[in-house]
């Protein structure tokens, strides 16, 4: 029935609420100016920091259930970020630039070494491709140009650089960056 898609909604002048998926219940405290809320999930053997961030001013009950789609197929959208940035990569977008900037990062004999134990047949540029790890994801329901933006990292041994997939309020990945 429609009353069990609706989200719970207690007392609309002060507090609204809804179950979301891994942080659990979720308050719009309207007496607060920001609410930032932090969970570290285990996914793919990876640890990974969910960022929920919004201030109570701008954000609407709506916001948050486009948030709670968006992590009902959280996987579904990881995929496409992986697709996204390989597509890049071949284009010599931004994602090849990040791979760069690892490789760059690495002296001779440090590549001579990874090409001969860890990336066995593999180019050190597709290695490094294949080794991007999802390490935060921060979520802005009140933003619509920077809705959902997931974080990748190879190793921060090599450099401190962060390369991001940012998706719009439709799903749609908006951009491909690299940031410090």
Do not use: C, W
């Amino acid at each position: 029935t429609l009353a069990v898609m609706l989200p719970k909604i207690v007392n609309r002048t002060t507090m609204e609420k809804i179950d979301m998926p891994y942080f659990g219940e979720i308050k719009i405290d309207k007496s607060l100016v920001e609410q930032d809320f932090q969970k570290y999930v285990k996914f793919d053997d990876n640890l990974i920091e969910l960022n929920l961030i919004y201030e109570t001013e701008d954000i609407t009950i709506s916001d948050l259930v486009l948030v709670k789609d968006f992590l009902n197929d959280f996987e579904k959208h990881l995929s496409n970020a992986t697709q996204a940035i390989i597509k890049d990569y071949e284009k010599n977008g931004r994602s090849r630039n990040f791979i760069q900037t690892h490789l760059d990062a690495l002296s001779p004999l440090g590549k001579e070494i990874l090409k001969e134990t860890l990336s066995k047949d593999l180019d050190l540029d597709k290695y490094f491709l294949r080794e991007l790890e999802l390490n935060f994801v921060y979520i802005f329901p009140d933003d619509p140009d920077e809705f959902i933006k997931f974080n990748f990292i190879v190793s921060e041994e090599f450099t401190d650089e962060f390369l991001f997939v940012r998706f719009g309020k439709d799903f749609v990945i908006k951009e491909i960056s690299t940031e410090y």
